[in-house]
Nanobody
Framework: QVQLIESGGGLVQAGGSLRLSCAASGRAASTYAIAWFRQAPGKEREFVTT????????YYANSVKGRFTISRDNAKNTVYLQMNSLKPEDTAVYYCAAVDWGRYGSAYYDKVARYEYWGQGTQVTVSS
């Protein structure tokens, strides 16, 4: 069992930055791949980015590539999402999710169904 707690959301103007954190606890949390998804009102949950258990494999959605950076500190069991050059269309609830890396490797990295554990979400609002 892995527990995930997101933090760092808030209100920011377009062009600004935010850093989200996802703190993981539980059995062997450092061996889990972690992803960020987001969900805007009336829309489906969409993939943002993911990082492998050792930080060696990263994927980004095209919509955030070059603006967002994912990283992890396994000593702290925490994954970070640095979001720069934020746009109003980035407004959403951001969720972190985890899956045992040994289960799928990097396969299906952008699929909601791949992930076993989810946090409660943190709201990010970007004003124009």
């Amino acid at each position: 069992q892995v527990q995930l707690i997101e933090s760092g959301g808030g209100l920011v103007q377009a062009g600004g930055s935010l850093r989200l954190s996802c703190a993981a606890s539980g059995r062997a949390a450092s061996t889990y791949a972690i992803a960020w998804f987001r969900q805007a009102p009336g829309k489906e949950r969409e993939f943002v980015t993911t990082i492998s258990w050792n930080g060696g494999t990263l994927y980004y959605a095209n919509s955030v590539k070059g603006r967002f950076t994912i990283s992890r500190d396994n000593a702290k069991n925490t994954v970070y999402l640095q979001m720069n050059s934020l746009k109003p269309e980035d407004t959403a609830v951001y969720y972190c999710a985890a899956v045992d890396w040994g289960r799928y490797g990097s396969a299906y990295y952008d699929k909601v169904a791949r992930y076993e554990y989810w946090g409660q979400g943190t709201q990010v609002t970007v004003s124009s």
